[in-house]
Every structure is written in C-alpha cells, then in structure tokens.
C-alpha cells in the first residue's frame, strides 16, 4: 500500500457523514437557541475556555477548530489556548474561577470516571454564585452536546472563519 493509498483511505474514513443542520433543522434551530441561552451572563472568556476544554476531550476538531478561532478573533491569547489541554499544569495561566469551572467542565464532560465528585462542584460553587454556577453547567452540557453531534456526523474542520454569515 502506498503512502498516497494510505492517505486516500483515511480521508475518506474522516469524510463528513451528513449534513446534519439540513436533515433536522427545527433540531439544529433548537441547539442554536440553547446555545443562545447558555452564553447569557456567562464571561465570554470564560464560556471560550469552557468550549475548548470540552471539545478537546471530547475529541471533536470541528468544535475545537470553531471555539478557538473565535476567542482569538475576540482577544484571548495563543498562550492560554496552548495551555489549556494541560491546565492542571499550567494554572498559572488562568484566575481561581476559570480553574474552578475548567475543573466542572471536565467532570461534567468525562461522566464514565461516575458522578461529578463533590469537591469539584463544592470548588465551582464557591467561585460562582448559584444563578452562574447555573449557567457554567449549561454552558458545559450545552457544548458537550454539540460535540457528539460534531463527532458522530464527522463535521471537517479548518473552514470555519469567524464572523461570518
């Protein structure tokens, strides 16, 4: 087999699966209203780091493609972005509430290591009063949900372009 063979193959095994938006769009048009709800009063810093974070577990490019852009389009920095798939190494980077919801997202993303472990939800409630705490969770679960719509139809990622209609 060549490496042009080899290459071919596993394009075609990452090839997009459906146009997904088009065959449920009341479905799509509802994800992107919860999308809308979720973001309400939550720092938009803070729900970029949340959406990377999770997309990055979760695996799906298109999410951590779409997510990053877009907080550098609105100002964060390549370093914290670099940083954060090892934010427990690199907590220099972040303020005790981001740590805290950054913590949540992964509990809350990652639910086979079983229950979100009260310490980790006793940190973010200390960070955040219940009504953002709140709006942390949704945004987490929120994403998480667009992840494993990204992931299963194997939306490509890299065309993506902030901004744009």
């Not at 065959?23 to 209203?33: G, K």
């Not at 779409?66 to 914290?80: I, P, Q």
């Amino acid at each position: 087999m060549t490496s042009t063979h080899t290459t071919v193959e596993r394009a075609h095994e990452h090839a997009p699966r459906m146009p997904f938006a088009e065959r449920v769009p009341e479905f799509y048009r509802a994800m992107v209203r919860l999308e809308t709800a979720a973001a309400k009063d939550v720092d938009p810093a803070l729900y970029h780091l949340i959406k990377i974070r999770a997309s990055q577990i979760n695996h799906c490019a298109f999410c951590v493609d779409m997510h990053t852009k877009d907080a550098l389009a609105e100002g964060e920095s390549v370093e914290r972005i670099v940083q954060l798939s090892a934010w427990e190494e690199s907590r220099h980077f972040y303020t005790e509430r981001e740590l805290a919801a950054l913590a949540l997202t992964e509990a809350v993303t990652v639910l086979t290591d079983g229950f979100v472990p009260d310490e980790v939800y006793a940190l973010a409630a200390a960070h955040f009063e219940e009504t953002e705490l709140a709006r942390v969770i949704a945004a987490i679960v929120t994403i998480n949900a667009w992840n494993r719509i990204g992931v299963t139809t194997r939306m490509t990622p890299g065309h993506y372009k902030p901004g744009a209609p």
